[in-house]
């Protein structure tokens, strides 16, 4: 079973720019939400996509922005850059839409520095 | 939502038991204590989840207070590879805030050899 997997795993970009990052679910996960993690901080949720449709989202704003493909896989965009979205970014993947008990699989981050 | 209280840092030494507290005054009935780990350099890991009565797993137990307003998280055996950012989260599965996890600061655990 192949678990979560993420890239790039580490990316530098400057202020005003925009990124992309990718992620691949684990095999028959259906849902996957990012997250964002600022250094010393626990992870904040960004959105979460259920069946290629946002169906959560947290306090970010609009430049912060998601796609989930037909095979399950996502990708997070994020424009105009700013130095404070420097973080790890994590994906994770799990079973229906996390209204339930079931576990939340994580990915090992992208690592963004913005300058 | 309902918020843990966790503390900042604990210290264990290696094959002894842990025992990480977690407070939640404002629990609700319909919140389930869950519990994440994240190792170094590494995504958060699940750990293990209750509602009401303790549970067991391979990796850990969850001791749950009478009055829940409180758990606590044991690691029976601790090894140097138990060494992680420990959050105690609480998801309430009646709200579609179930769908996103609330980390907070979470206890950073420490093991000596």
């Known amino acids: 079973e192949t678990g979560v997997t993420q890239s790039p795993t580490h990316l530098i970009k400057t202020r005003g720019q925009q990124v992309t990052l990718r992620c691949s679910s684990q095999s028959g996960h259906n849902t996957v939400s990012w997250y964002q993690q600022a250094l010393g901080q626990g992870p904040q949720f960004i959105f979460q996509?259920?069946?290629?449709?946002?169906?959560g989202r947290g306090n970010f704003p609009p430049r912060f922005s998601g796609l989930q493909f037909p095979n399950y896989s996502s990708e997070l965009n994020v424009n105009a850059l700013e130095l404070d979205d420097s973080a790890l970014y994590l994906c994770?993947?799990?079973?229906?839409?996390?209204?339930?008990?079931?576990?939340?699989?994580f990915g090992e981050g992208s690592r963004l520095t913005v300058l | 939502d309902a918020k843990t209280t966790q503390p900042n840092s604990m210290e264990s030494n290696e094959e002894e038991p842990v025992h990480l507290p977690c407070n939640h005054s404002t629990i609700s009935g319909t919140d389930y204590i869950h519990w994440y780990r994240q190792l170094p350099s590494q995504g958060p890991e699940y750990v293990i989840h209750?509602?009401?009565s303790n549970v067991n797993n391979r990796m850990a137990s969850l001791a749950i207070a009478e009055d829940r307003k409180s758990s606590t998280l044991i690691l029976h055996r601790a090894t140097l590879r138990d060494a992680a950012v420990y959050y105690c989260?609480?998801?309430?599965?009646?709200?579609?805030?179930?769908?996103?996890?609330?980390f907070g600061s979470g206890t950073q655990l420490t093991v000596l050899p």
């Open positions: 996509y259920y069946r290629e449709e946002e169906n």
């Open positions: 989260i609480l998801r309430d599965l009646s709200s579609g805030s179930a769908r996103q996890l609330t």
């Open positions: 994770a993947s799990s079973r229906g839409q996390g209204l339930s008990t079931g576990e939340l699989f």
């Open positions: 209750g509602l009401t």
